[in-house]
């Protein structure tokens, strides 16, 4: 399954007027597996806590109808606990009505979580993915160049390409040394190194343009040249204009999985650099009266106009707000004389009504969404 926009857009559209259940749960591998984890309990006592509050509701059938589903739903949700299932962040989205149930798991926590409402409840899985976008791996050798892939959790080995170089018919460049020595010649064994690392260098910058395409078939976000750096800077300059992370370490013999623990560190930096800088792109556009707005009811008003091509939130925002009968989303400049209804999650709405007018969403960790702390923790980038 392949998580990007399309398929966030694809989940938002899982609609139903009685309600989408939607269940998320992050097994901790760190606990011994037993009968009843206790991540299993959390996710126990949320499902617990949405049966009491149906059960308060005056409606009988659409009372007894989330009532019925929830238990039609028991064998999936005994999966979605199973210590023995596979995934770290796990979701349901399962609608009341339509019968449609869809599970997911990612290699990477996800907010536990249980709600109900008209449509599916996607931002923890946002949050989710955004905290594990897919990257690309380059290990660069005097061996050749290894790529992998990793995307929420996941690291894969997608391509290798060997520097194989046959010296076979080479010139053996040895010979006397000063004043008729038997010692190697040092000048001629220099000159040999240096025709291999011309090869070398001719080879890695043949490379670049298979890195490029991968990069872009495979919708990496972040792309780290990990090796000697002075082998990844002759590949760095290949790339260019290409924007890549430099990693002075040694790994490419280690399996995938364990290359992307040992850079972790690094891709987190990475990360946060990126989302800095787009949270800087933003604020001097909008300073600058250009493509960029900061704050919640600036946000909202242009959200509402489908001008908004990049929605950008704190990921510990809070908001709450209105909703007009038109579908419109307001936060505290209501129009006058409109009958509105309370709206309690307007960051959920907010990523729907993006994702629903095909913008990118992304959730900022906390230092990047810093400087959006005087603009509500939102701001966008805008189509016109």
């Known amino acids: 399954m392949v998580f990007d926009q399309t398929f966030l857009r694809e989940l938002v559209s899982m609609k139903d007027e009685v309600g989408v259940v939607s269940l998320y749960t992050t097994a901790d591998p760190r606990e011994e597996p037993s009968t009843r984890p206790a991540w299993g309990i959390r996710l126990r006592n949320e499902l617990s806590a949405m049966r009491d ?11 007894a109808a989330v009532l019925s589903r929830l238990e039609e739903l028991e064998p999936d949700i005994r999966e979605l606990v199973d210590a023995a299932a596979t995934g770290i962040g796990r ?8 019968g449609e149930v869809r599970k997911i798991s990612l290699q990477v926590p996800i907010q536990d979580s249980a709600v109900l409402e008209s449509t599916a409840y996607v931002r923890p899985l946002v949050t989710a993915m ?11 050798s005097r061996d050749g160049v290894r790529l992998i892939d990793y995307r929420f959790g996941v690291a894969e080995d997608v391509a290798r390409t060997a520097f194989d170089l046959d010296t076979e ?21 220099d000159r040999y190194q240096r025709r291999i690392d011309d090869h070398l260098r001719r080879f890695l910058q043949g490379v670049a343009p298979e890195v ?3 990069a872009t078939a495979l919708s990496w976000t972040d792309v780290l040249l990990i090796g000697d750096a002075a082998l990844t800077e002759i ?19 280690l399996p995938a999985p364990e290359v992307a623990e040992h850079v972790a560190a690094e891709l987190v930096a990475t990360r946060e650099r990126r989302d800095a800088a787009l949270v800087a792109r933003v604020r001097d556009e909008a300073l600058s009266g250009g493509k960029g707005v900061l704050g ?8 509402n106009d489908g001008r908004v091509d990049h929605l950008l939130l704190d990921e510990n925002g809070r908001w709450s707000g209105t909703r007009g009968a038109d579908g419109y989303l307001y936060f505290d400049q209501t129009p006058q004389s409109m009958a509105v209804e309370h709206e309690p999650d307007l960051g959920e709405r907010m990523i729907e009504a993006a994702l629903d007018s095909s913008a990118l969403v992304t959730v900022l960790g906390a230092e990047a969404a810093q400087p959006l702390a005087p603009h509500n923790g939102v701001a966008a980038l805008l189509r016109w």
Do not use: C, E, Y
Not at 53 to 63: E, F, G, K, L, Q
Not at 296 to 303: A, E, G, H, V, Y
């Open 296 to 303: 919640l009811n600036q946000t909202l008003s242009l959200l």
């Open 130 to 140: 955004a905290t594990s976008a897919p990257a690309g791996l380059v290990l660069v």
């Open 169 to 189: 018919n080479w010139r053996q460049m040895r010979g006397p040394g000063p004043g008729g020595t038997t010692q190697t010649d040092s000048t001629q064994v």
């Open 53 to 63: 509050r149906v059960a308060s509701w005056p409606d009988r059938d659409r009372r």
């Open 235 to 253: 590949l760095a300059s290949a790339l260019h204009p290409m924007k890549v992370v430099q990693v002075d370490t040694i790994v490419d013999a």
């Open 91 to 98: 979701a349901l989205f399962a609608a009341v009505t339509g």
């Open 212 to 214: 490029s395409h991968r």
